[in-house]
Every structure is written in structure tokens, then in C-alpha cells.
Nanobody, 121 residues
Framework: QVQLVESGGGLVKPGGSLRLSCAAS????????MGWYRQLPGKQRELVAS???????NYADSVKGRFTVSRDNAKNTVYLQMNSLKPEDTAAYYC???????????????WGQGTQVTVSS
């Protein structure tokens, strides 16, 4: 009923930049907090950054000052601008959105399929 489609991952050298995008579509009534998580194999998924519908943002300490989360409410899209990338930023990045759907009329969490970010020289 709700799909999140991510784009923008890839291979980049240390110090480089990438921009991730995630668009939500489907039977959407309202989109609330959106965010990005990342996960390494065998590890728990961790919050990278989130942004409320009003624009308030929250970041993991490890990315503060380097990553910027933003959103376009008209397009139900969230972005993650990643600068000064480090090898330890290498992970699968997942988009998350909290959505009130037309069918359920309750707020549910949805996830994207994940996009790989690899930082290596």
C-alpha cells in the first residue's frame, strides 16, 4: 500500500560526497517523521538521521556536521546529503517513513529496500 524507493548509493572515495533520495508513494494520507538508517552485516540497524514533517532534524553523533537530512513534503521525499565520507560510513542505508495510510487510518512504519554506500580508496 506504501512504497519507498531509494536511489543514490554507490562507491565513493574517502572525503567524497553522495546524496541519497527516497520517495514515498501509494495510499498515503499523511507522512510524518522520515529518516535514514544504516546496517552492517550481522549488526543492528542504527539511526543515521531523521526529520519531522515540520523540519526538525536529529542526527547520530557519528555523522553530525557531515550529513544533512532534508525533505520535500509536496513530493513525500526525503534526502540525505553525505559529505566528508569515511570508510566507516560504509553500510546498507535504509529509508524509513511513518505514514498514515488511507486504508488503515493509523500510523505505520515503512521501509525502503536499501541502497549500498561503499567508501573506499
Amino acid at each position: 500500500q506504501v512504497q519507498l524507493v531509494e536511489s543514490g548509493g554507490g562507491l565513493v572515495k574517502p572525503g567524497g560526497s553522495l546524496r541519497l533520495s527516497c520517495a514515498a508513494s501509494g495510499m498515503i494520507l499523511s507522512v510524518y517523521t522520515m529518516g535514514w538508517y544504516r546496517q552492517l552485516p550481522g549488526k543492528q540497524r542504527e539511526l543515521v538521521a531523521s526529520i519531522s514533517s515540520g523540519g526538525s532534524s536529529n542526527y547520530a553523533d557519528s555523522v553530525k556536521g557531515r550529513f544533512t537530512v532534508s525533505r520535500d513534503n509536496a513530493k513525500n521525499t526525503v534526502y540525505l546529503q553525505m559529505n566528508s565520507l569515511k570508510p566507516e560510513d560504509t553500510a546498507a542505508y535504509y529509508c524509513n517513513a511513518n505514514v498514515k495510510t488511507i486504508a488503515a487510518m493509523s500510523i505505520m512504519a515503512f521501509w525502503g529496500q536499501g541502497t549500498q554506500v561503499t567508501v573506499s580508496s
